[in-house]
């Protein structure tokens, strides 16, 4: 079998994630505090002997192990998805004049109680429930310093600080949090996050800021994940012509070259 059609098909594998996850960017370029995705790759060096037992054939049969390298491991080297990380760059001011709508300035997350446990999120798209509870888009409540936060109208002002006041009344203080290890943060969908890591990995971000009137937008830059897009797709498509002219080899191999003839 021709081995070496597995190298163009491993780069069209990753360029396959590379335009999911562009495809995700974009079709998040308009959703409030959406952080983007970015991909990263890398190469899968070949490892004659790494990845299967040693030594073959069993210990006491005395042999050059490097006779035996065409049945031993990855004669090739590959390519490979590295990571997908989270872009946290602050995303674009949008002003609204809604009371109801925060916007974090730096590093950090709301609170959020969902059924589920206490649960993260950047987007501060809020509304006020029938119990007089800020809430977010799914009516989960957002905790602030006395848990949950009591509006008793949509009069109300937050400062910089989170810092709720009522006619004149200190109400309470939002919780603005971050994470002293960010690779635990698990996005969960809905614009929430999960962090998976310890409680004391949790704290408070002191220098996180609050605008209210004002909406985070997508940090998604809309001409760089479509240019990227277009890259993915070419090399994905040259990727695809490699693996049909080793299928082609391969065919000719097996049916041409080794046909008997009379």
Do not use: C
């Not at 059609?5 to 990753?14: D, E, K, Q, R, V």
């Not at 390519?79 to 760059?89: C, R």
């Not at 709301?110 to 649960?119: A, I, K, S």
């Amino acid at each position: 079998m021709l081995k070496n059609i597995y190298t163009p098909l491993a780069g069209a594998l990753s360029q396959e994630r590379a335009l999911e996850t562009i495809a995700n960017n974009l079709a998040n370029v308009n959703t409030v505090g959406f952080k983007g995705d970015r991909v990263s790759f890398k190469m899968l060096a070949a490892e004659p002997y790494d990845n299967y037992p040693d030594p073959l054939p069993p210990a006491n049969y005395k042999v050059n192990m490097q006779e035996l390298s065409p049945l031993v491991g990855n004669e090739l080297s590959y390519v490979g998805i590295a990571d997908i990380s989270k872009d946290y760059s602050q995303g674009p001011a949008i002003t609204t004049h809604n009371k109801f709508d925060l916007m974090i300035e730096g590093e950090g997350f709301f609170q959020v109680l969902t059924p589920e446990g206490v649960r993260y999120q950047r987007g501060g798209d809020l509304s006020v429930s029938n119990e007089g509870a800020l809430v977010n888009k799914f009516g989960e409540p957002i905790l602030g310093e006395k848990g949950l936060i009591q509006v008793r109208s949509q009069d109300f002002q937050v400062n910089p600080k989170g810092e709720i006041y009522q006619d004149g009344q200190l109400v309470d203080q939002i919780q603005i949090m971050k994470f002293k290890d960010p690779t635990r943060i698990e996005h969960i969908g809905g614009g929430k996050v999960f962090f998976g890591g310890s409680p004391d990995q949790v704290e408070f971000s002191k220098k996180a800021r609050i605008q209210q009137g004002f909406l985070e937008g997508s940090n998604v830059n809309p001409m760089k994940n479509l240019t990227a897009m277009i890259v993915s797709h070419r090399s994905y498509e040259a990727y695809q012509k490699a693996v049909s002219n080793y299928d082609k080899i391969m065919d000719k191999s097996s049916n041409t070259i080794g046909e008997v003839r009379a």
